[in-house]
């Protein structure tokens, strides 16, 4: 079993700068893309950035040039630096994994999600 644990979160003020951490654990798997959603009160759960295992990255125009994203394929960890935060930037943000599962004839393909961490900014 795959777990996705975040940390990171909190209150900023606008312009101010935060980092979200988001590592996997359990044994038996290997991971694919990895990403960083969020999701406002009263709106859709929105991509914010991906990352591909051989580090491709991807970001909406929303947050491009404030946002990255980066990983760590030895530690299973995926990282959102965010710099010059908005009000409009808070949100629950949610890690994303899609992982392969090793069994001992096959494999299955899943996707996983953390739990979600708040990130607050103040105008």
């Known amino acids: 079993q795959v777990q996705l644990v975040e940390s990171g979160g909190g209150l900023v003020q606008a312009g101010g700068s935060l980092r979200l951490s988001c590592a996997a654990s359990?044994?038996?798997?290997?991971?694919?893309?990895m990403a960083w959603y969020r999701q406002a009160p009263g709106k859709q759960r929105e991509l914010v950035a991906s990352?591909?295992?051989?580090?491709?990255?991807n970001y909406p125009d929303s947050v491009k040039g404030r946002f990255t994203i980066s990983r760590d394929n030895a530690k299973n960890t995926v990282y959102l630096q965010m710099n010059s935060l908005k009000p409009e930037d808070t949100a629950v943000y949610y890690c994303?994994?899609?992982?392969?599962?090793?069994?001992?004839?096959?494999?299955?393909?899943?996707?996983?999600w953390g739990q979600g961490t708040q990130v607050t900014v103040s105008s």
């Open positions: 994303f994994a899609d992982v392969t599962i090793w069994l001992l004839t096959s494999t299955l393909r899943r996707e996983h």
């Open positions: 359990g044994s038996g798997f290997t991971i694919n893309d």
């Open positions: 990352v591909t295992s051989g580090g491709r990255t």
